[in-house]
């Protein structure tokens, strides 16, 4: 499948940055099937999941993620996203985006959080 996630860059702790998922191989029928969802890892750690979201909005999140990040998707445009907010140092890891379950992994994108 080959997800593209992007947006990733180095912020100053507090910052924000946007993250998208697009899925330029998925066709619009196939894409609306799917719950997406967002892992990261970060150094020297295992993959965790972030959050996920249904075709229909509804999403679910992390502990670590509850009122800091947010995921949304536009199903038109086959993308989804995550908004980092109040981001912590500890928050510095490869950012990756699939459908939930799957082992297609693509490119993740790398945040990094200074202090």
């Known amino acids: 499948v080959q997800l593209q996630a992007s947006g990733g860059g180095l912020v100053q702790a507090g910052g924000s940055l946007r993250l998208s998922c697009a899925a330029p191989?998925?066709?619009?029928?196939?894409?609306?099937?799917?719950?997406m969802a967002w892992h990261r890892q970060a150094p020297g750690k295992q993959r965790e999941l972030v959050g996920s979201?249904?075709?229909?909005?509804?999403?679910t999140y992390a502990d670590s993620a509850k009122g800091r990040f947010t995921i949304s998707r536009d199903n038109s445009r086959k993308m989804t996203y995550l908004y980092l907010n109040n981001l912590q140092v500890e928050d510095t890891a490869v950012y990756y985006c699939?459908?939930?379950?799957?082992?297609?992994w693509g490119k993740g994108t790398l945040v990094t959080v200074s202090s």
């Open positions: 191989r998925l066709i619009f029928s196939t894409y609306v099937q799917y719950v």
């Open positions: 699939n459908i939930l379950g799957s082992d297609d």
């Open positions: 979201i249904t075709s229909g909005g509804s999403t």
